[in-house]
């Protein structure tokens, strides 16, 4: 199983990046498909989620959307009016048995991609 994250880059307080998520020998609609994300000294922490309906940390709702392709196998998150704090390596992840109560868990998804960087100036 690969996840291949791309979409990071450099953008202004306020601005919107789409980061993409695509899967290869994993089917996006099978189990829970998530994004995380881990700013410097600071742990990998939940963003947002899908199975039937999205899912959101309180600090991204409102601001960033979470979907999926299922043609294209692959997973996107939408982010609007980003904000310095939002700078982070965000990673997507899957997960085929997860329990909806632990869908915000680090340890409840099975397979992790590389990573892509987002950074927000002020």
């Known amino acids: 199983v690969q996840l291949q994250a791309s979409g990071g880059g450099l953008v202004q307080a306020g601005g919107s990046l789409r980061l993409s998520c695509a899967a290869s020998?994993?089917?996006?609609?099978?189990?829970?498909m998530a994004w995380f994300r881990q700013a410097p000294g600071k742990e990998r922490e939940f963003v947002a989620a899908?199975?039937?309906?999205?899912a959101y940390a309180d600090s991204v709702k409102g601001r960033f959307t979470m979907s999926r392709d299922s043609a294209k196998n692959t997973v996107y998150l939408q982010m609007n009016s980003l904000r310095p704090e939002d700078t982070a390596v965000y990673y997507c992840?899957?997960?085929?048995?997860?329990?909806?109560?632990?869908?915000?868990?680090?340890?409840?998804?099975?397979?992790w991609g590389q990573g892509t960087q987002v950074t927000v100036s002020s």
């Open positions: 899908i199975k039937g309906y999205p």
């Open positions: 992840a899957a997960g085929s048995s997860i329990i909806l109560s632990h869908m915000r868990e680090r340890a409840a998804y099975n397979y």
């Open positions: 020998e994993y089917t996006v609609t099978r189990g829970v």
